[in-house]
T-cell receptor, first 116, second 117 residues
Framework: DSGVTQTPKHLITATGQRVTLRCSPR?????VYWYQQSLDQGLQFLIQ???????AKGNILERFSAQQFPDLHSELNLSSLELGDSALYFCASSASKREALTDTQYFGPGTRLTVL | AQKVTQAQTEISVVEKEDVTLDCVYETRDTTYYLFWYKQPPSGELVFLIR??????QNEISGRYSWNFQKSTSSFNFTITASQVVDSAVYFC??????????????FGAGTQVVVTP
């Protein structure tokens, strides 16, 4: 158990819909990262938040957005869903003080999204 | 461009055999980190090891060992005396410390390891 929690574990929805994935980082971790794992793209970095602020952006679609709240939990919002958005979405957290070099990221169990 | 290459798609071994997973990376940064993660059939991603670019000392941790060679940009990982529970997909990942890359993990495509009794 990494200490990172993600809900829900599974999500099945229809095209055009909007969903919200939730992540709670390990106690004390300030950084949250979101990754997408799909068969054709592999594991891709989406976005990172550090202490409530967006820190880095990767291959995240405009239909997707995220935020990190004052209690440090994070939500990933996916809208206008398409069949190709079906994937396993991981959240990871790390201590990552702003001035520090890269810390180890610990991953949650993932949310499996199926778009029908 | 793919920055982390895992050329082996699948490796099948019999229990107690050693397994070596290859990883080749590409970066212009002088400071970077390399990781190995394991994804068992249950789906979670489990951190295994981490190495920074300034430390080429190879180590052994239990049944795991790694061989980091900057000269060839390789970070290979070995499981000694494999067990059925080692069956999983293993990912090599790179994190560059440059300002635009800070914190982002770039994963290879993964190598499926199948250990049969």
């Amino acid at each position: 158990d990494s200490g990172v929690t993600q809900t829900p574990k599974h999500l099945i929805t229809a095209t055009g819909q909007r969903v919200t994935l939730r992540c709670s980082p390990r106690s004390g971790d300030l950084s949250v990262y979101w990754y997408q794992q799909s068969l054709d793209q592999g594991l891709q970095f989406l976005i990172q938040y550090y202490n409530g602020e967006e820190r880095a952006k990767g291959n995240i679609l405009e239909r997707f957005s995220a935020q990190q709240f004052p209690d440090l939990h994070s939500e990933l919002n996916l809208s206008s869903l398409e069949l190709g958005d079906s994937a396993l979405y991981f959240c990871a957290s790390s201590a990552s003080k702003r001035e520090a070099l890269t810390d180890t990221q610990y991953f949650g169990p993932g949310t499996r999204l199926t778009v029908l | 461009a793919q920055k982390v290459t895992q050329a082996q798609t699948e490796i099948s071994v019999v229990e107690k055999e050693d397994v070596t997973l290859d990883c080749v990376y590409e970066t212009r940064d002088t400071t970077y980190y390399l990781f190995w993660y394991k994804q068992p059939p249950s789906g979670e991603l489990v951190f295994l090891i981490r190495r920074n670019s300034f430390d080429e000392q190879n180590e052994i941790s239990g049944r795991y060992s790694w061989n980091f060679q900057k000269s060839t940009s390789s970070f290979n990982f070995t499981i000694t005396a494999s067990q059925v529970v080692d069956s999983a997909v293993y990912f090599c990942a790179l994190s560059e410390a440059g300002r635009d890359s800070w914190g982002k993990l770039q994963f290879g495509a993964g190598t499926q390891v199948v250990v049969t009794p």
